[in-house]
């Protein structure tokens, strides 16, 4: 697939290594929605705006107050991601996964628009791996929204056949079906999921790795996507595994790793967001090949960087199993956790630092393999759609050290382009008594971080708190002051458990005596989402209250018991990890000495963390 931005350079260039310490760039999970697309539909174009006088594409407000993620606004994050990129002139850019919102042709090419301009006009290399949702189904299919935002306020559905949503008024666009790897990677094709001219090696699991005979040609030649199949497990059917690796500067190695595993179900697919909890199995092929990269890798003197969708190692600050206890084994995402013996392989086979996305989250982790030493680290890449929505920035110094700096978007040109289209769909739930209606208060947002805050917050009152959480624990956190809590760590379990079912019996039935009331579960959120980011949300007098509460529970003893008052120390105990968690936000990763050290406000000044 010889293209004409493969031919732009015809030899290798190694410039940027030489200008310049080397930086790449992670963005996921943008989840591109076309908010302008062109339907071809003759049912439905999308919304008029007077303001920009175009139609508009875009999903409800309520529908977006009810996903973890956002449609509509995260269009005009990733332009200014883009253009912050732009101006730190950092040419290296990775999207590891859930590029799209489902991978429909009208998003994709969207996305292959928005990275060739980029690509022509500055100079940008970008490096894609596959997400869940990009593709949903391995060879595509039959897809459609019922929640695209129609004039009056009401919901609209869009999809590939009339009959896709039996119960509802459909607007026919073969736009909004799902695309899969053949059409994806075609459109996409210049983008790290074939070989490129410039780039001085490219290699994917179904070849030999030679790197001394590399010749670009025949790379392309064997690059094809029908020579890149593995069967499913208990299957003879094929599907395609798009992983590859790839030196676009001298020295440095991009492993790209497609996580995704698909069931046949069938004339159909059923796709698994797991990860590689799946795929460490489902895929045993890839993990062999995986082994065989980190090899020839250390034996060559490059640095390899790996990336996927899917993260490597646990991202709650080794406090799953206990969220597991507390909240169930279903709830909190929690089957997405990579297991120790996941992690194990994987560490095992020679990866040691990993970027992922797909779990909307800033953190990062640390695996230690018992048997080998060996130190894996995983950086959760947040998302654009999401609080906190940020990208990460990867500085090479020297070829084991690893400086990590995460850029928070806190303004977004043009973030609030829709939110008078918003306001008439608030006028449409009011005048239909609809009881999912939305508080308009996230329209006040000050900028893009309030915006995605906000969204948060709403999101945890609506749909976590009701779906996550035992309901009397989240009814008593809602509940304690601080003068509470400091009674509450000074009482046995009996006297506490009392204590704490009298505070559930007077559930707003009192005034709340301070601040610090009600505020518990929302910094429990800006810390598992955020982390440091989150963590510099919390005000400094709540963050020196913790400190010295933490120190105040050591003498309650975790109990497996599902008694309010065990529950609340199971809580604190979680909360603890998560406040004291490894850094995330400006750090050094230095593989040579096996340390994480943190950047403290002075960019001079590393504070090491030690490992766990």
């Not at 529908?63 to 101006?87: G, M």
């Not at 929640?147 to 736009?175: C, H, M, N, T, Y």
Request: hydrophobic letters at 40%; charged letters at 25%.
């Amino acid at each position: 697939m010889l293209t004409a931005a493969s031919l732009r350079m015809l030899a290798p260039s190694s410039s940027l290594a030489q200008s310049r310490e080397i930086e790449v760039a992670f963005l996921s999970d943008i989840h591109l929605q076309d908010v302008y697309a062109t339907l071809h539909s003759a049912d439905f174009k999308g919304v008029f705006h007077p303001k920009t006088g175009k139609y508009a594409t875009i999903r409800s407000m309520k529908s977006q107050l009810n996903s973890t993620r956002l449609f509509n606004e995260n269009y005009f994050a990733f332009i200014q991601a883009l253009e912050d990129l732009k101006h730190k002139g950092i040419r290296l850019v990775v999207l590891p996964g859930d590029f799209t919102d489902d991978g429909q042709p009208m998003n994709v090419l969207a996305l292959q628009g928005i990275l060739e301009r980029y690509a022509e006009a500055c100079g940008m290399r970008f490096f894609l791996t596959t997400g869940n949702h990009d593709p949903v189904k391995p060879y595509g299919g039959i897809g459609g929204k019922k929640d695209f935002l129609a004039a009056d306020g009401s919901e609209q559905a869009i999809a590939g056949d009339a009959d896709f949503f039996p119960s509802e008024k459909v607007a026919v666009s073969s736009q909004i079906n799902y695309w899969g790897y053949e059409e994806i990677t075609h459109a996409l094709s210049d983008f790290g999921f074939f070989p490129a001219a410039q780039d001085l090696f490219w290699a994917h699991p179904f070849q030999e790795l030679d790197v001394d005979g590399y010749d670009f040609r025949r790379a392309m030649e064997n690059s094809r996507l029908d020579q890149r199949l593995y069967k499913t497990e208990n299957s003879e059917k094929l599907v395609p595994d798009a992983s590859y690796v790839v030196e676009p500067v001298a020295r440095v190695w991009l492993l790209a790793l497609d996580g995704n595993v698909y069931t046949p179900s069938g004339a159909n697919w059923s796709g698994s967001s797991v990860g590689f909890n799946q795929a460490v199995t489902a895929k045993r092929h890839q993990l062999e090949w995986i082994k065989k990269v980190a090899l020839e890798a250390a034996k060559r003197g490059k640095t390899l960087i790996s990336f996927s969708h899917y993260p490597l190692v646990d991202f709650h600050d080794t406090a799953s199993d206990a969220m597991k206890s507390l909240f169930g084994e279903q709830k909190f995402q929690l089957a997405r956790v990579p297991s120790p013996e996941t992690s194990s392989e994987y560490a095992k086979a020679g990866i040691r630092i990993h970027f992922a996305g797909h779990m909307h989250i800033n953190d990062t982790g640390m695996f230690k393999e018992a048997v080998s030493g060996k130190t894996l680290y995983n950086v959760q890449v947040p998302s654009l759609a999401a609080f906190p929505p940020a990208y990460k920035i990867l500085t090479l110094p020297e070829p084991e050290t690893m400086e990590i700096s995460t850029i928070q978007l806190e303004t977004v040109d043009r973030m609030d382009e829709f939110f008078d289209l918003y306001r008439v769909e608030q006028q449409w739930l009011l005048q239909t008594d609809d009881p999912k209606r939305w508080n308009p208060r996230i329209l006040d947002a000050r900028d893009y971080l309030d915006y995605t805050r906000n969204h948060l917050l709403q999101l945890t009152e609506s749909r976590f708190i009701p779906t996550d959480w035992p309901e009397n624990l989240a009814a008593v956190l809602q509940e304690l002051s601080q003068m509470d809590l400091e009674r509450w760590a000074g009482m046995g379990s009996e006297d506490g458990e009392n204590f704490l079912m009298k505070k559930l019996e007077e559930t707003n039935q009192t005034e709340r005596p301070d601040d610090f009331q009600g505020k518990l579960i929302e910094d429990f959120y800006l810390l598992k989402n955020g982390d440091e980011l989150g963590k510099n949300l919390i005000p400094a007098v709540r963050l020196r209250f913790y400190e010295s509460f933490f120190l105040k529970l050591l003498h309650k003893p975790l109990s497996e018991s599902q008694v309010l008052d065990a529950q609340l120390v199971r809580f604190f105990s979680i909360f603890k990890q998560l406040y004291h968690s490894l850094p995330s936000d400006h750090f050094l990763i230095d593989l040579r000495q096996e340390e994480i050290r943190r950047f403290e406000k002075k960019p001079s000044s590393l504070e090491t963390t030690p490992q766990r």
